[in-house]
């Protein structure tokens, strides 16, 4: 047998089950992240069928985030829900084929790749939101006891169920209690105090629609908030919770 001389040239085939190539299953699992790795070779078309599987991924992600959503004012969510849904709207014009006519893959690379940052920052973003974001408690708080207040009046404000937040800002509504026989409302101030806090975290002249901010530290019990209203004498004023929330 005659030994092959360095000189000699070797073929190797490419096709057929012991393909070197990017086979069906490394193909699936390339274009879950890429897209139609055909694109590449100048041949992808539009609505390719390969196009979908990012679709579905960025969609997943994006339902995810949302499905974790923490109650709270919808206002702190408008960056995630953007996020999410100019993802969703990337990944979708890849799937149409918007840039088909393109003869340079990259710029529908970088709308996917773009696709895919947007709905992991969402989901990292609204992951974010539910450990430290802002809770509405308006609901769970009230005044006890009930009823108009006057100078001398003891009362508290509860919020029921635990903390779950280190601060919680409230603002009150002062309003007079017996309008056609008074007008108290414009001199009238509170002072707030949480209970079983310091007495450095007294906070004096509140008026009516001014958020306060009470410092809870790190306790996650029940939080109650003594009242003390500052009136002329004989006034009778219905003080009550206009708005409550916990933050970190």
Not at 167 to 186: F, G, K
Not at 215 to 221: I, P
Request: some cysteine; aromatic content about 6%; hydrophobic content about 40%.
């Amino acid at each position: 047998m005659t030994p092959p001389r360095s000189t000699d040239t070797y073929h190797v085939d490419s096709t057929g089950s012991g393909s070197l190539t990017i086979g069906k299953v490394g193909r699936v699992v390339l274009s879950l992240f890429a897209g139609d790795v055909t694109e590449f070779s100048g041949t992808a078309k539009r609505w390719s069928g390969w196009n979908w599987p990012p679709f579905f991924l960025v969609l997943a992600l994006g339902a995810t985030a949302l499905i974790m959503g923490p109650p709270g004012p919808t206002r702190q969510f408008a960056w995630v829900y953007a996020a999410i849904g100019l993802a969703v709207g990337l990944s979708f014009c890849r799937v149409v084929g918007v840039g088909g006519e393109s003869r340079s893959p990259v710029p529908r690379a970088l709308m996917q790749g773009s696709a895919l940052l947007l709905s992991v920052l969402g989901l990292v973003g609204m992951d974010h939101l539910a450990e430290h974001g802002e809770i509405d408690v308006t609901g769970r708080t009230h005044l006890s006891p009930p009823g108009p207040m006057t100078r001398t009046s003891a009362a508290q404000i509860v919020v029921d169920g635990d903390a779950q937040r280190s601060w919680l800002r409230l603002t009150l509504a002062v309003e007079d209690a017996a309008p056609r026989e008074q007008s108290c409302t414009p001199e009238s101030e509170i002072a707030l105090q949480l209970v079983g806090g310091s007495k450095s975290g007294r906070v004096d002249g509140v008026h009516a629609g001014t958020p306060v901010e009470l410092r809870l530290g790190g306790s996650r019990t029940a939080v109650r908030v003594q009242v003390a209203l500052s009136a002329e004498e004989g006034c009778l004023l219905a003080v009550s919770v206009a708005s409550a929330a916990f933050h970190d």
